[in-house]
């Protein structure tokens, strides 16, 4: 009887724990985000300062130079801003 008991408390204890897992998931869209505080880089990690662009990110993304941040290529965050908390493309220009 011991022996049914505790096979019964652990697919219980499984049970239970899997039910209340939080789920992510990823997008895996990425889209293209102008930058629009350009040339300053001090909100560079502020997703409120990027604005999404008209395609989708499958399109080449070009700024020329190497100075500053100018866009970023970036899974959406579900609110129409990048999530930088993914790997991200960087795009620079002078």
């Given amino acids: 009887m011991k022996k049914y008991y505790l096979g019964a408390v652990a697919l219980l204890t499984a ?3 899997n039910s209340f897992t939080i789920r992510t998931s990823h997008k895996g869209i990425t889209k293209n985000f102008v930058y629009t505080a350009y040339p300053n880089d001090s909100q560079i990690n502020n997703p409120a300062f990027y604005q999404m662009t008209g395609n989708d990110g499958q399109d080449p993304w070009t700024c020329s130079g190497t100075l500053h941040r100018c866009a970023v290529i970036a899974q959406d965050d579900g609110t129409g801003s ?11 220009r002078n």
């Fill in 15 to 17: 049970i239970t724990l």
């Fill in 82 to 92: 990048p999530d930088l908390t993914q790997p991200y493309t960087v795009r620079t």
